[in-house]
């Protein structure tokens, strides 16, 4: 059971719906129309081990938060702060398992059209997403936030 929401909701309807079709078309644009004969079996092993890393780190990022993972961006009744697991090296590892799992797809399945559409959701809407939750999360947890991020990366470990 997911804990009481507390204000506002700090993402828009729009936003929320901009992600959903741009998660969609990072699946399906690649796919459509498709020569499957292209493909290069190198490309589809590398790239179906990035999808399946990228899966397992956004379920485990998920599955450490436990019931404390709402689907929109919005303050909770009584939150705690996750340092441990995934969250200990980076304060958003769901999004980063997103991220590699879609990069993985691109590989796969290579398209201009796909590879543009991935880049604007990094670039966008994961960008948008993740400065909301952060002004968030220091506006909770205050200073023991910011001494987190201080000592975390954002996403991707030694680079970002």
Partial sequence: MRPANEGAEHESRRQGILGKVLMLSLVFLPLYPFDMSVIKPEAGVVGLGL??????????GRASR???GTP???MIK??????AGLYRFMRHPIYTGFSVAF??????FPSIPGLV???LFLA???RNRIRV???MLVEQFQGVYVDYRRNTWKMFPYVY
Avoid: I, N
Wanted: no cysteine; glycine share 6%.
């Fill in 78 to 83: 009584e939150p705690e702060l996750y340092t």
């Fill in 72 to 74: 929109k961006v919005v």
């Fill in 124 to 126: 966008t809407f994961m």
């Fill in 117 to 119: 559409v991935w880049l």
């Fill in 103 to 108: 990069l993985g797809h691109q590989v796969a």
């Fill in 51 to 60: 999808t399946t890393v990228g899966a397992l780190v956004t379920l485990w």
């Fill in 133 to 135: 939750e952060e002004e």
């Fill in 66 to 68: 436990r019931r404390m």
